[in-house]
């Protein structure tokens, strides 16, 4: 336990200072996207890591978020930080009827059915144009005033917004921890090894999958929140899009599935790879993710962060 | 009246070619239990040959079909010999993920190669459409709905004459009896992820007149294809046709008595209520 605060301190820590070490605008930006993509893999690794249930539609809760937060304070004039929470709240209410049709199904069916569920969202969000304005997005051109200590935080600059995900990402990674240790947590794990006894020794599996399913889509639905505050536009076809969902599978898949520290080493990994090849290249900056997943799956099943925590215990069990 | 038989024969014309994509699709799931998320890039890898040998070499993209149907073929033997064969064992959710990554790779090396603007192939007999019975039909559609509907022929003759077919069948009734019985298991997971590849690439072939060609338009298709084998249930041939026809009339006639802007939606919400319902699929053919 002692071990797992030190580490935790540790994290916090590194998070805290990491802006500081360069000036330089495009690592900023890529500090903001690798922990912008821990995050979704934190999130998708609740429900897709610990109870194996591999959704390929996240992006729903995602966009259902940046939605909430742009219209709440577009129509209604809320502070967006406001809205980014809500539009968590919006995604983890949005995801519970989800789970309750979708987790009638096993396996690659449910996969199949999350990937119907969130195309049906996207179509929904692009034609709903007096709500969404449809295919021409929605554009926020100044962010309101927000004082902390007396003194007017300068959205202009990357650092807060560095500082606004990274607090994101632990209350991410603080979540699954807390639940890799409860009931829950284990519950989710029976599932996953075999549903049919897990249901047999008196799991309630559609519940546990549904709460798993509300807390992820809880997480990423503020993600999204942060995506359009960060990026100050948000359109159908780039918060609901299908290669946004396998972006958050491929992060928790290559880091780690069930660790929580595995979807940050997969989003350095991965996010690094792709921002250095955007750019050099024009496009063509997601071969990396095609290309990790299949090595992964062949040969290290359990990740990188998995198989480094495997050769971490046995060098210590050594000494 | 006019309308409807229009919309009717359009939605017969692109459901004949949906209905030859699943079928490539649900054989692979029928015998290796293989959810092929990386489908959709065969077809769009067939799209981009028939573009170049017409672009290049000035090869009619239905006679390329010569050259990219078999060549299609080798590219699915080799995936499933060399990447896919070796990951089988680790059960469905781990191909489903693994074909995903195939799937991102390939369509990510077409964008760095191709770039991702759209493309056409301008054919000769293009324009002006066929005007039969006073409705409009596209002269290329055409002539791929012939082709589709004969390629499919040919593949279910093969299946149901031939020994290599039968001890297809065989294998997707039960693996382990066929093997038992003799039939090369492993040979058989090759071939019959080479034929699914190879419709993929040659319903691409067929569509690369009649659609615009870029490198993510896999991924659309591949959606589209997994709602039609969801709808004729998964594995089974007769219902992924059935299911590909359907598709193209819900979407054809949805989109003039419904919404253009919703007929996509119809097809998706098909899918759930067919996979929440009638998992077998509608005509409670496939295997659930």
């Known amino acids: 336990m002692s071990k797992n605060r030190v580490i935790g301190t540790l994290v916090a ?8 070490a360069t000036a330089n605008p495009f690592f900023h930006h890529l500090l903001i996207m690798v922990l912008f993509s821990t995050l979704l893999g934190v999130a998708w690794n609740l429900l897709g890591g610990y109870s194996g249930q ?59 059915a999350t990937l119907a569920v969130a195309e049906i969202v996207r179509l929904v969000a692009l034609n709903w144009e007096s709500l969404t304005a449809g295919p021409q997005g929605l554009l926020i051109t100044h962010l309101p005033e927000l004082k902390l200590f007396g003194q007017a935080i300068d959205w202009e600059t990357k650092i807060p917004f560095y500082y606004v995900i990274a607090v994101l990402t632990l209350l ?39 709460v798993a399913l509300a807390l992820s889509a809880a997480l990423v639905g503020m993600a999204g929140g942060f995506y359009a505050l960060y990026f100050r536009y948000i359109d159908p076809d780039a918060v609901f899009s299908v290669a946004l969902s396998v972006e958050m599978v491929f992060i928790a898949v290559v880091g780690g599935i069930a660790t929580t520290g595995g979807p940050i ?55 | ?60 993209p239905f006679v390329s079909l010569l050259i990219w149907m078999p060549a299609m073929f080798a590219f699915g033997m080799f995936v499933q010999r060399f990447l896919l064969g070796k990951i089988i064992a680790g059960g469905e959710l781990n ?19 191709w770039t991702g603007d759209y493309r056409n192939i301008n054919v000769a007999y293009g324009s002006p ?43 997707a009734q039960n693996p382990d009896s066929a093997a038992l019985m003799g039939i090369n298991v492993a040979r ?75 007929k996509d939606t119809i097809g998706f919400v098909l899918f759930l209520l067919v996979l929440l319902f009638r998992p077998s699929g509608l005509f409670g053919a496939g295997r659930t």
């Open chain 1, 13 to 20: 820590l590194a998070l805290l200072g990491a802006p500081l």
């Open chain 1, 54 to 112: 591999v959704s390929f539609g996240h992006s729903a809760f995602l966009g259902v978020g940046a939605y909430a937060t742009m219209l709440l304070h577009l129509k209604l004039g809320w502070s967006p930080w406001l809205g980014l929470v809500f539009g968590g709240a919006l995604a983890m209410a949005v995801a519970v009827p989800i789970g309750l049709i979708c987790f009638r199904l096993r396996g690659p069916y449910f996969s199949l």
């Open chain 1, 172 to 210: 991410g990674m603080g979540v699954t921890f807390i639940v890799s240790q409860s009931r829950l947590g284990a519950y989710l794990l029976a599932v996953r090894e075999d549903i049919d006894s897990a249901e047999a020794a008196g799991i309630d599996t559609v519940r546990t999958r549904v």
């Open chain 1, 265 to 319: 080493v997969g989003a350095i990994f991965l996010v690094t790879i792709s921002e250095i090849f955007r750019e050099r290249f024009q496009s063509g900056h997601l071969i990396f993710y095609g290309l990790f997943m299949m090595v992964i799956i062949r040969y290290l099943p359990e990740g990188i962060w998995g198989r480094l925590r495997f050769l971490l215990r046995l060098s210590t069990q050594r000494a």
């Open chain 2, 1 to 60: 009246m006019e309308t409807i038989l229009q919309s009717v024969v359009s939605g017969v014309l692109m459901g004949s070619l949906y209905a030859m994509i699943a079928v490539g699709l649900t054989i692979v799931f029928g015998v290796m239990r293989i959810i092929n998320m990386a489908h959709g890039e065969m077809v769009m890898l067939g799209m981009f040959g028939a573009f170049w040998s017409f672009t290049l070499g000035g090869i009619d």
């Open chain 2, 95 to 113: 191909t489903l993920l693994y074909t995903a990554g195939l799937s991102l790779l390939i369509a990510n090396l077409a964008l760095l190669f």
């Open chain 2, 129 to 171: 459409p066929m005007r039969p019975f006073g409705i409009s039909v596209s002269v290329p559609l055409a002539i791929a709905f012939v082709l589709a509907i004969a390629i499919t022929t040919g593949l279910y003759f093969f299946l149901s004459r031939t020994d290599t077919g039968r001890a297809i069948r065989a294998t």
């Open chain 2, 188 to 262: 058989i997971d090759m071939i019959t992820f080479g034929l699914g590849t190879a419709l993929a690439g040659a319903a691409g072939v067929l569509l690369a007149p009649s659609l615009y060609l870029y490198p993510t338009v896999g991924e659309i298709l591949v959606v589209k294809c997994f709602v039609v084998v969801v709808l004729g249930g998964l594995g089974s041939i007769p219902g992924a046709i059935a299911g590909g026809i359907l598709l193209g009339l819900v979407e054809s006639l949805g989109a003039v008595y419904v919404s253009v802007a919703y």
